[in-house]
Nanobody, 127 residues
Framework: QVQLAESGGGLVQAGESLRLSCAAS????????MGWFRQAPGKEREFVAS????????RYADSVKGRFTISRDNAKNTVYLQMNGLKPEDTAVYLC????????????????????WGQGTQVTVSS
């Protein structure tokens, strides 16, 4: 079993920044892709960003490109999401996800590709 624990959410004003963290524990497997998704009330879960095991491959949703940065520290089994220039439309529950992989440069970006999920952390951006 894999456990994912997100932290770092909160209430901020438009234009401000937040840094989310997600710590993985349990049977995380040797290599895994990590991703961030978000879900706003009444909306479907949407992809935000993902990062390969080696860290050299990343992908972002068009809506967050240039504002959000995903990174990881494999020694700590932790993935981060630095969110700058937050907008009210970024308000959502942000969920961390994990997918084991054999390849250090593998990348996934659809929700069905990921096997383990955290409970989420709320991000609220006021205008």
């Amino acid at each position: 079993q894999v456990q994912l624990a997100e932290s770092g959410g909160g209430l901020v004003q438009a234009g401000e920044s937040l840094r989310l963290s997600c710590a993985a524990s349990g049977r995380t497997f040797r290599q895994h892709v990590m991703g961030w998704f978000r879900q706003a009330p009444g909306k479907e879960r949407e992809f935000v960003a993902s990062i390969s095991w080696g860290g050299g491959e990343t992908r972002y949703a068009d809506s967050v490109k240039g504002r959000f940065t995903i990174s990881r520290d494999n020694a700590k089994n932790t993935v981060y999401l630095q969110m700058n220039g937050l907008k009210p439309e970024d308000t959502a529950v942000y969920l961390c996800a994990l997918r084991p992989t054999y390849y250090s440069d593998s990348l996934y970006f659809t929700a069905t590709d990921f096997r383990s999920w955290g409970q989420g952390t709320q991000v609220t951006v006021s205008s």
